[in-house]
């Protein structure tokens, strides 16, 4: 272990955070005072296959640019010794006294995750698997120390033992309760190795679900109630870590359709939360799964936007410029292309009087051509209807676009000092679902004059 407060490669070691078979991560500072988390792989320990692991980060590196569900690693360097990778530092677990990273395992020391909050983290750290899956590697030490929380996102972390689908394994590598058991006993292929990851996915969800260790699944522990969100995400934790593999989940859309269904059956039990938007005054209550975004998790998320072609470069401006002015944003689903959402905008004095005055004909022409020329999107306008909603007058557009087919749903309301857009964006084979989850919120929607 390296001595606290010595410099390694212009970082400043503040806090010695673990060590593994092959390395030590610290939390750092570089010198333009930013704190970064590096880990450090010794050449010697790892033996002659130093060379190859070495490839396999900086192969990974490039997947972290448009994961979010993934640690992002900034650099990749070696000496004559080791190599070394900076990455995004997690949040620290408590506000006060010494750093501790905010992990999945420091937390369920403390408790279980709340069952309002397993099936975000369930879907966000299934995103992280898939970008690992989608770029040919197997992640292969999925286990709750190394999901990490960034800016309050789960994010998977620790790729050193990460293999690409071609590699050799000819060792074990993992952590134990979270192998299949046939993997124990025989070198995997490729493709068995991302089954792998599911199976230790299963044993994520038991373990956030309860509380408990992977060693101790399958067993339930009494003192927690088995409530119905419990009892689904407890189901599939079991399908996925079936003894025999014949009889698992291994498939990631088979694993996809079975969480979009339990989301779907906990959405018509009915459960909610109070959104509110202070500023502008307004509660309305949305599904407990849907996740309100920060202002700084949206920065982040356009900024990965970015390095993506399909975004057109002024769209995004003006999601930027939009969240400046005070846009929020609600996530509904989430994939690695794609995010189902409703936002809230209030609109500026201009654009008020435009929606107060402009006829059906000119909202549809304007919108076609805003779309068009700025956005180079053909869009079709469904319906303009002027109506009443939960009380509160309002324009009604219902328009999708030929990127992707989303389909849009936005209710300006008209209220005698201020103007507000509410609006659901989500993907064609998303929308029917949404759309009866985006009406009830807006059933209970409550402005305070």
């Not at 397993?118 to 966000?124: D, K, S, Y």
């Not at 993997?183 to 190795?193: K, P, R, T, W, Y």
């Not at 859309?253 to 109070?274: F, K, P, R, V, Y």
Request: net charge negative; glycine share 6%; proline share 4%.
């Amino acid at each position: 272990m390296r001595q606290i407060g010595s410099i390694y490669h212009n970082l400043t070691l503040l806090r010695h955070c673990g060590c593994g078979a092959f390395g030590d991560v610290y939390y750092c500072e570089d010198i333009s005072g930013k704190h970064v988390a590096v880990k450090i792989v010794s050449k010697q320990r790892i033996g002659a296959a130093w060379e190859r692991e070495l490839r396999g980060v900086s192969q990974y590196r490039t997947i972290t640019d448009n994961a979010p569900g993934l640690l992002k690693i900034f650099h990749v360097g070696e000496d004559d010794e080791s190599f070394y990778y900076t990455m995004e530092v997690a949040d620290p677990l408590f506000e006060d006294g010494e750093y501790i990273p905010d992990s999945l395992a420091e937390r369920l020391r403390l408790e279980p995750v709340h069952e309002d909050d397993l099936l975000c983290l369930v879907r966000e750290v299934l995103e992280g698997i898939k970008s690992i899956h989608r770029a040919g590697f197997a992640h292969r030490d999925i286990k709750p120390e190394n999901i990490l929380f960034v800016k309050g996102r789960p994010k998977l972390a620790d790729i050193g033992l990460l293999s690409s689908l071609a590699a050799d394994r000819s060792s074990l590598a993992g952590t134990l309760c979270f192998m299949p058991p046939e993997l124990q006993i025989d070198n995997l292929s490729g493709a068995s190795c991302q089954k792998s990851d599911l199976y230790a996915f299963g044993k994520i969800i038991y373990c956030a679900a309860t509380g408990k260790g992977a060693e101790q699944f399958p067993s339930l522990p009494r003192e927690i109630p088995m409530s119905l969100p419990l009892k689904y995400f407890l189901s599939l934790s079991f399908k996925l870590c079936e003894r025999e593999a014949a009889e698992r989940i291994d498939d990631i859309a088979q694993l996809e359709s079975e969480i979009n269904a339990i989301e779907q059956t906990l959405m018509a039990d009915g459960a909610t939360q109070e959104y509110s938007y202070p500023e502008q005054k307004l509660t309305m209550d949305i599904p407990k799964a849907w996740s309100v975004l920060s202002p700084e998790i949206i920065q982040e998320l356009l900024s990965g936007c970015r390095k993506n072609a399909m975004y057109n470069e002024a769209f995004l401006n003006d999601v930027l410029s939009a969240s400046k002015d005070g846009m929020q944003m609600i996530v509904c689903r989430f994939s690695q292309n794609h995010m189902d959402n409703v936002t809230i905008s209030p609109l500026s004095e201009q654009e008020r009087a435009f929606f107060e005055g402009a006829s059906d004909e000119t909202l549809s022409l304007w919108l076609s051509g805003t779309l068009q020329g700025r956005y180079a999107l053909g869009a079709e306008v469904y319906a303009i209807k002027r109506l009443s909603l939960a009380e509160y007058p309002c324009t009604f557009i219902d328009l999708t676009h030929d990127k992707n087919r989303n389909r849009i749903n936005n209710y300006i309301f008209q209220l005698p000092d201020r103007s507000i857009a509410i609006a659901l964006t989500a993907s064609p084979e998303s929308f029917p679902g949404l759309r009866g989850q985006f009406e009830s919120a807006l059933a209970t929607l409550k402005f305070e004059e």
